[in-house]
């Protein structure tokens, strides 16, 4: 049986088990599937470990993404460009393949819920490993990106980085209300600590998308304000969950499960 891991902290709700335990089921493989928690100062050596004894593909998850990058042996051309990585494969050489597959998952679950096309202004609110891991696939799309972050020498970091793949800009976040905005996507980590973040939420009205990456049984603290603003079309971020996961699970099988199928069972 293959030996799977997911390294992060906080990691203690997350569902990506009982999302591969559903990938298991659809497809016949037989594998394990674990949650390691870790810190800035083990994550290396929990990695290493894990591989050692017959690991065969790890998810990492908030906040090591970036960290994950930095040890990985070989990348993909995605997880290069992000230079960040939350799919990790055991290759046959023995060698740690890194990619990452948060822009794809982001993007899969954006169409399927018709929250995307050519042409959108789109706000990212955060500039960590997640941020920097979508913005190049949103970019991809057509769309215009403004990003906004607490620490804006983050945010000013990532548009330096992905504006040759797109139009993209920086504004303070007391400033973010200069601009008008199809889609807003929350991905920072303030629901860790039950906070929305902190931004002139005038900018939202019935005709913003708004899209929050965390998720839970109910409304992240993000989706309660941007609903009392007048938001109508909103979404948390389980089906980025399981199309992230899937695509790892494609890396590691070559094969693409079913998402729609494990996005209800999560929603029931």
């Known amino acids: 049986m293959k030996k799977f891991a997911l390294f992060g902290n906080p990691i203690q709700y997350s569902k990506s088990p009982f999302v591969h335990r559903c990938f298991s089921r659809q497809t016949g493989e037989k594998y394990s599937y674990k949650k390691i928690l870790a810190t800035h100062e083990n994550f290396d050596e929990l990695v290493f470990k894990f591989f050692r004894e017959q690991g065969f593909g790890a998810n990492i ?28 494969k055991l290759m046959k050489n023995k060698k740690l393949l890194g990619d990452n597959s948060d822009g794809i998952g982001l993007i899969t679950d954006l169409k399927r819920l018709c929250f995307i096309r050519n042409g959108m202004n789109v706000l990212v609110i955060g500039a960590g490993g997640t941020a920097r891991s979508i913005v190049f696939s949103i970019l991809k799309q057509g769309c215009k990106v403004v990003i906004t972050n607490r620490t804006i020498e983050k ?6 980085n992905f504006r040759r793949f797109g139009e993209i800009s ?26 929305a973040p902190d931004i002139p939420y005038k900018i939202f009205n019935e005709n913003v998308f708004c899209y929050d990456i965390f998720y839970k049984k109910i409304d992240t603290k993000f989706l309660e304000k941007v609903k009392k603003m007048g938001v109508l079309k909103y ?31 999560l929603r029931k």
């Open 170 to 195: 920086v504004l303070k976040q007391n400033y973010i209300f200069s601009k008008q905005y199809d889609l807003v996507i929350n991905a920072t980590s303030s629901e860790i600590e039950n906070k």
């Open 235 to 265: 979404s948390d971020g389980i089906g980025m969950l399981v199309s992230q996961a899937a695509f790892s699970f494609k890396l590691w099988y070559e094969y693409l499960p079913n998402i729609n199928s494990v996005i209800r069972k």
């Open 61 to 88: 998850t908030a906040p090591f993404k970036e960290m994950a990058y930095k040890i990985i042996d070989e990348k993909t051309n995605v997880a290069k460009i992000c230079k960040s990585v939350n799919t990790i």
């Open 155 to 160: 945010a000013e970091l990532i548009a330096k």
